[in-house]
């Protein structure tokens, strides 16, 4: 006597799976959709391009580096394929346009200035069209972000993130990530981003075993080493009417803006830059309270990160 087939409905099978997984102690795994993961890595290969573009082309037009060049040129294919040929959806007119402009730009060696408002435009019309988060869900803990780093990032970037002796053994050389050039243009989304991806055409990788919440921890780990020593010191003692006009920053400030940017926002311009170095390294090392967070970000000891 045969058994009878006890068939399973397709739409009934992941639930039971799911269920299945509930009751054996399984992490059900959350990843975000594929149209979201290809913007995101669009965001990041843009702040590449606003970033790295002026060493690459001068203000009157003339290329600079043509290596520089040629991977700007990368960059932006790139752009155009994650925003086109990766997504599921084609993108809104509005973001064709700025794509497309971005692209003659880039094409025509035009002033820096001029690719970097456009960069810009490109950037927010992306995250208001697909309402993207660009911070953490819960706030980062800098003593886990030290211990992550120095497993996960120090063999290319040293422990202090300055890389001079092991840059000079790459073929595409890792950043001084203390270099105060960097205040204009990293942020801890960017960092975030990068150990998502990988940087095309660098020994960087996709540090996709490290979950996001250890990746968060170490890019705001990252901005923090920036100031080591800065965290202890009270925050611009060289103004001391200051402290009463400052504005308490979100979580979503603190991962998104770059230092700059993040001084503008607490203390506004016109700040003398000794004291919004300071100030900026006071809220990296230490966290800030702020009705965005959802708690204070955990110092490292002693208030700095090393």
């Given at each position: 006597m045969k058994k009878a087939k006890i068939l399973v409905p397709a739409v009934v099978l992941p639930l039971l799976v799911a269920a299945f997984g509930a009751a054996c102690g399984l992490r059900t795994l959350h990843?975000?959709?594929p149209s979201h993961t290809?913007?995101?890595?669009?965001?990041?290969?843009?702040?590449y391009v606003g970033g790295d573009y002026s060493r690459a082309v001068s203000g009157s037009g003339t290329v600079l580096n043509a290596d520089e060049y040629a991977e700007q040129l990368g960059f932006v294919d790139d752009v155009h394929a994650a925003l086109t040929v990766d997504n599921d959806a084609s993108p809104p007119d509005s973001l064709v346009v700025q794509l497309r402009e971005l692209e003659r730009l880039v094409t025509e060696q035009a002033p820096p200035q001029a690719v970097v408002t456009i960069v810009h435009a490109l950037q927010r019309e992306l995250v208001q069209v697909h309402d993207l988060q660009l911070w953490p869900d819960e706030a980062p803990d800098?003593?886990?972000?030290?211990?992550f780093y120095m497993e996960a990032c120090a063999a290319c970037h040293a422990g202090d993130g300055r890389a001079q002796r092991i840059a000079v053994r790459l073929a595409s050389p890792p950043p001084d990530l203390t270099a105060e050039e960097l205040d204009t243009t990293l942020s801890p989304y960017q960092v975030f981003n990068r150990m998502t991806f990988g940087v095309p055409g660098t020994a960087m990788p996709a540090f996709d075993t490290l979950s996001p919440a250890e990746r968060w921890d170490i890019a705001f780990y990252v901005l923090a080493m920036r100031h080591s020593g800065h965290g202890d010191q009270m925050p611009c003692q060289a103004d001391a009417?200051?402290?009463s006009r400052l504005e308490s920053p979100t979580l979503q400030d603190l991962a998104r803006l770059t230092d700059q940017e993040l001084g503008w926002k607490v203390a506004g311009r016109g700040v003398p830059r000794e004291c919004l170095r300071v100030l900026v390294g006071h809220l990296r090392a230490s966290g800030a309270s702020s009705p965005g967070a959802t708690g204070r970000i955990r110092p490292a000891a002693n208030q700095q990160p090393h």
């Amino acid at each position: 006597m045969k058994k009878a087939k006890i068939l399973v409905p397709a739409v009934v099978l992941p639930l039971l799976v799911a269920a299945f997984g509930a009751a054996c102690g399984l992490r059900t795994l959350h990843r975000p959709s594929p149209s979201h993961t290809s913007i995101h890595r669009a965001l990041g290969l843009l702040q590449y391009v606003g970033g790295d573009y002026s060493r690459a082309v001068s203000g009157s037009g003339t290329v600079l580096n043509a290596d520089e060049y040629a991977e700007q040129l990368g960059f932006v294919d790139d752009v155009h394929a994650a925003l086109t040929v990766d997504n599921d959806a084609s993108p809104p007119d509005s973001l064709v346009v700025q794509l497309r402009e971005l692209e003659r730009l880039v094409t025509e060696q035009a002033p820096p200035q001029a690719v970097v408002t456009i960069v810009h435009a490109l950037q927010r019309e992306l995250v208001q069209v697909h309402d993207l988060q660009l911070w953490p869900d819960e706030a980062p803990d800098l003593v886990r972000g030290r211990q992550f780093y120095m497993e996960a990032c120090a063999a290319c970037h040293a422990g202090d993130g300055r890389a001079q002796r092991i840059a000079v053994r790459l073929a595409s050389p890792p950043p001084d990530l203390t270099a105060e050039e960097l205040d204009t243009t990293l942020s801890p989304y960017q960092v975030f981003n990068r150990m998502t991806f990988g940087v095309p055409g660098t020994a960087m990788p996709a540090f996709d075993t490290l979950s996001p919440a250890e990746r968060w921890d170490i890019a705001f780990y990252v901005l923090a080493m920036r100031h080591s020593g800065h965290g202890d010191q009270m925050p611009c003692q060289a103004d001391a009417s200051l402290g009463s006009r400052l504005e308490s920053p979100t979580l979503q400030d603190l991962a998104r803006l770059t230092d700059q940017e993040l001084g503008w926002k607490v203390a506004g311009r016109g700040v003398p830059r000794e004291c919004l170095r300071v100030l900026v390294g006071h809220l990296r090392a230490s966290g800030a309270s702020s009705p965005g967070a959802t708690g204070r970000i955990r110092p490292a000891a002693n208030q700095q990160p090393h």
